[in-house]
């Protein structure tokens, strides 16, 4: 079995970030300065746009924002700023707001506010959460990855892509993004320094995974997307969704491979001596472990094979293995992503509310007189991607989606591929250091090496925001590929 050095992580993304920040503060706060600008200038591009693209348009043919409808816009934007400076979840933010606004300014009850609740996308969210925490807790996540490990019979080259497909296989079959860097990304920086494989390059392997796999049909990302789409009145395709999605991370790992050994850092001299991996014992499972395989196999079954809600197949799985080891069945429940829970209601909750008082109809009828649908969706694109650097993608994503609506009624483009473009953009940008699945990287890092591996993470995400968006947009949208 592959000798790996397990460090752990920071008890939140706050804590890292502060950890490996104390010199770059005035920096952060540079590029904080610059999310904000990008996200208004977006807005004012969106709304005061058409003037510039499309001077034959009169000012009385285009549609205007009432105060009602401002207010909870400059609420939201001021949310997103506050959550990016502060650790403060912005669901939580997300439920008090539309409290605020539903009830104070529209005289809403407590049943209109909370009308739109994803109850279906919150059990999702708690059942692969539930029953993943067990499947980390009892062994079965190493067991996989010794399994894999094992496969690269000592190439440790290898080591980067089996780790993209390990993260892409969890995150596939229903795990959070962030929970499966979480659970990879001790594992695999151990083997990078050991191996000397360049961390950086490593740690951009397991998002890119984490990613690739992140918009399956049975992933908690690929069932919000589909269903904003689809209430929104434009259903996409959940496997054309997938396939763009793997295909884009995949690409951008071999372009991060290419620069890498341009850079002359693939093998990385900083972390000593290369050290032989051995790669011939693996432990094999038994007991609890045997169980989670096979209710991991037949989760699979239910729910490509039945189309039976992925959420409660979770939960009655992660229930059959609590039943087998009942004395810790309070620490399985504590394993449950509650902050991923508050964000997606939250955000969800706040967005119902913005399409109740008519802002995304408005906005996206100020976006169209642009003129131009094709610069609207690039526009879209990194706007969304800038933002997710630093905040929740999965809150962009329930505020930005809705906005393609009018756009593609209007439009020929395609509905799969300008949401696909949109929702790439948002994740893969997640290498950034200011992210959860960046942070964790960095986390993992040696303690003697760890403020070099958030200086060229940092670097290599923001080239990442800078070609991603494009790259997205250029391959999906305009194609007409899906």
Not at 300 to 312: D, E, K, N, Q, R
């Amino acid at each position: 079995m592959a000798k790996v050095t397990y460090q752990p992580a920071p008890e939140s993304e706050s804590e890292t970030r502060d950890q490996n920040s104390g010199s770059p503060n005035r920096r952060r706060r540079i590029l904080l300065v610059t999310v904000a600008a990008s996200v208004i200038l977006g807005l004012v591009a969106i709304l005061f746009g058409g003037a510039i693209f499309n001077p034959a348009a009169t000012p009385e043919s285009e549609p205007t924002m009432t105060a009602i409808q401002i207010i909870p816009l400059v609420i939201l934007v001021v949310m997103f700023v506050v959550a990016t400076k502060w650790p403060l979840n912005i669901g939580v933010m997300g439920l008090v707001a539309s409290f605020g606004v539903g009830y104070f300014m529209l005289g809403m009850t407590d049943k209109e506010i909370l009308a739109d609740f994803p109850a279906n996308i919150v059990i999702t969210i708690v059942g692969v959460t539930y029953f993943f925490s067990m499947a980390q807790r009892n062994g079965t996540i190493d067991i996989i990855v010794q399994t894999c490990v094992r496969l690269v019979r000592g190439k440790t080259m290898l080591l980067p892509w089996v780790f993209f497909l390990l993260a892409a296989s969890l995150t596939a079959l229903g795990t959070f993004s962030p929970a499966a860097v979480a659970l990879l990304a001790p594992a695999a920086i151990g083997l990078a320094y050991e191996s000397r494989i360049h961390p950086v390059l490593m740690g951009a392997f397991i998002i890119n995974g984490a990613h690739a796999g992140g918009f399956s049909p049975l992933s908690v990302a690929g069932v919000l997307v589909h269903d904003i789409a689809v209430k929104n009145g434009f259903p996409i395709s959940q496997s054309s969704l997938f396939a763009a999605s793997f295909a884009l991370n995949l690409i951008l790992s071999v372009l991060t491979v290419v620069l890498f050994a341009l850079l002359g850092k693939i093998r990385d001299g900083a972390t000593g001596q290369l050290a032989d991996l051995d790669t011939t014992h693996t432990a094999r499972p038994h007991g609890q472990q045997i169980l989670t395989l096979a209710l991991i196999v037949a989760m699979l079954v239910c729910a490509l094979g039945f189309h039976m809600p992925i959420g409660f197949v979770a939960l009655s799985a992660g229930l059959l293995l609590a039943l087998v080891n009942i004395k810790e069945h309070q620490t399985f429940i504590g394993g449950v992503s509650w902050s991923t829970v508050l964000l997606v209601a939250g955000m969800i909750t706040y967005v119902s509310l913005l399409q109740h008082v008519g802002v995304i109809d408005t906005l996206a009828e100020q976006a169209l007189a642009l003129g131009a649908p094709l610069l609207i969706a690039l526009v879209l694109c990194y706007v969304i991607g800038v933002g997710s650097a630093f905040a929740s993608s999965t809150a962009l994503l329930t505020a930005f989606i809705p906005l393609a609506g009018p756009l593609l009624a209007t439009s020929s483009l395609s509905a799969s591929g300008t949401v696909a473009a949109l929702a790439i953009a948002a994740t893969v940008v997640d290498v950034s250091p200011f992210s959860t699945d960046g942070a964790l990287v960095v986390a993992n890092a040696r303690e003697d090496d760890r403020q070099r591996v958030y200086k060229q993470l940092m670097v290599y995400a923001g080239g990442v925001v800078l070609v991603a968006p494009a790259l997205a947009w250029a391959l999906l949208v305009p194609t007409g590929i899906m």
